[in-house]
T-cell receptor, first 112, second 111 residues
Framework: SQTIHQWPATLVQPVGSPLSLECTVE??????LYWYRQAAGRGLQLLFY??????ISSEVPQNLSASRPQDRQFILSSKKLLLSDSGFYLC???????????FGEGSWLTVV | EDKVVQSPLSLVVHEGDTVTLNCSYE??????LLWYKQEKKAPTFLFML????IEKKSGRLSSILDKKELFSILNITATQTGDSAVYLC???????????FGQGTRLTINP
């Protein structure tokens, strides 16, 4: 069966510091991969999605970037965090047909 | 711009009540609508709806889609405290390989 792992689960980072959140999927090949952010009391905002290695689509202009160095690995990064980057970040995957997506456990980021 | 709107944003009921959550959408090219339940961390998948008028059912939860009026409802009967969660509605846009989410409905079931 397919599983998705995301880490770290929580982190507190100072403003201006770098960020790296990592996500890996097991039990499937060539998945679509996604990074979502959920601010407190709000729905999920799609940040990036990828349909293949090295292929990244950005949905909103922001301080973050994403990379997909391997088929089942998706990384969310920032060179310098802002206070507004605080939130709950969710990695997700779907099959190539899209539709149902499955989420990782999420990462709570607090920028102080 | 593709948009999904859920209502109410928050709902508090007593255990045993029946609740109806609403989701309306405006998208360029609809493919499917999905419901998720989010308790503390990751949202978990509940239903996927693609055809109008066909009810999907799982235990006390059921959902139906109206593609003419562009909305879906999620019903929960005989609610239990374990149903307390944020319920998210999402629409898949055909050809876009992504889901557009609503803001969610925070449901609280009091004993």
């Amino acid at each position: 069966s397919q599983t998705i792992h995301q880490w770290p689960a929580t982190l507190v980072q100072p403003v201006g510091s770098p960020l790296s959140l990592e996500c890996t999927v097991e039990g499937t090949s060539n998945p679509n991969l996604y990074w979502y952010r959920q601010a407190a009391g709000r729905g999920l905002q799609l940040l990036f999605y990828s349909v293949g290695i090295g292929q990244i689509s950005s949905e909103v202009p922001q301080n973050l970037s994403a990379s997909r160095p391997q088929d089942r690995q998706f990384i969310l990064s920032s060179k310098k965090l802002l206070l507004s980057d605080s939130g709950f970040y969710l990695c997700a995957w779907s099959g190539q047909a899209g539709n149902t997506i499955y989420f990782g456990e999420g990462s709570w980021l607090t920028v102080v | 711009e593709d948009k999904v709107v859920q209502s109410p944003l928050s709902l508090v009921v007593h255990e045993g009540d029946t609740v109806t959550l609403n989701c309306s959408y405006e998208v360029t090219n609809f493919r499917s609508l999905l419901w998720y339940k989010q308790e503390k961390k990751a949202p978990t998948f509940l239903f996927m709806l693609t055809s109008s008028g066909i009810e999907k059912k799982s235990g006390r939860l059921s959902s139906i889609l109206d593609k003419k009026e562009l909305f879906s409802i999620l019903n929960i009967t005989a609610t239990q405290t374990g149903d307390s969660a944020v319920y998210l509605c999402a629409v898949e846009v055909r050809g876009a390989q992504k889901l557009v989410f609503g803001q969610g409905t925070r449901l609280t079931i009091n004993p």
